[in-house]
């Protein structure tokens, strides 16, 4: 994986060639490469090994707009397992704030960020992340991330992320005007792959301005709609809650635009059973296991023998074993066979990147029982 301090095409910040990039961004305002070309130039002033664009939007699970540098196995583990423990989807839903973030600002105990630190990150081979999150519009918030291979962002790499923010954001900002400009007169591609939900837009007299296809669908077999609508048209913002979906309501801001303002309203559906089914089984390993217990496990998926672990470890090699009896007993098997086939689930998805975890000489095929077997979805 080449980073991009190597890739060309990518100036230094302090050279004509980074403002001619910026130039770049200007002109791609209002095209399906607008964002592309914003994130170079934000690596352009960051080294990265790996960039992500992804898009947050209130309860729904995070959707991939863009990678680069991203292995495909590591793009289908974040979206099959690992985007509802996203511990930067988790902090946008509570605090809702644009700026400049690093994974290392987040960690806690939680069990979605272990989860998240020993799935996604050891499948991506990466260490660090910096996110630059862009205001909210639509319920929407655009974010940009730089992953790193090796090492931490630095304080110094950091500041100089939020010293570009500022121009970034109203790049950004002047992008999402044109687009929702734009909708006085057509359904844009690029403004429809924004609001990708079924939405409507009224200005401050409740006139309504805009309403896609998939508002009119949901209005037609939901009539009742209407009437929360109505309740929902005063105050900052509201949401009200059905058995399959959830209506929101968002005040605009007075420069918004299409409808100055006014409100939007949003219909989502609620967070799909599949992604609370699998998180509760990721989330067991971390909740039943000790960190040394987890320590030796993960040992043991890299196919160690009780004296490398000892070795790794710092440990003696009884202690290897009879914790390796504590793990069997809580995992509920009786061998150490059994005991990587009920886990491989978790740790299959590394095999393609950098250490597999399967241990070399047992076939996966022989161990990962069929009602085992990772379930397919999207990242």
Known sequence: MSSTSLRSGLPRIDTPDWFERAGEVIQSIGTQFFHRELIKLLEASIRSDAVWIIRYSGEALPDVVYTYNVPAEAEKVYVEQCAGVDPFSMRWRR?????VFT?????DDSVEYLVYKKIFLQAAGM???LGVFFPVTAHNCFAFFLEREKGHFTKAEVERARLMFPALESFHRAHLGW???ELRHTNTPEVTGLINRPTLIRDRTRQQVYANDGWNEVIARHPEIAADVEALSSGAAGQADYE????????LG???PLAPGGRMYVIER????YGEERFESLSHVFRIFTPRERDILDLVMQGRNSAEISDRLGIGVGTVKNCKMRIYRKAEVETERALVAKFMPLYEPQAPGRGSAVPKNWAVAQIVPVDLAPESAGR
Do not use: C, I, W, Y
């Open 95 to 99: 605090t809702r704030d644009s700026g």
């Open 103 to 107: 994974l290392q600002t987040l960690p």
């Open 127 to 129: 260490e660090d992340e």
């Open 179 to 181: 687009l929702f400009n």
């Open 244 to 251: 399959d979906f959830v209506l929101k309501a968002e005040l």
């Open 254 to 256: 007075a420069d918004f």
């Open 270 to 273: 609620h967070a799909s059973a």
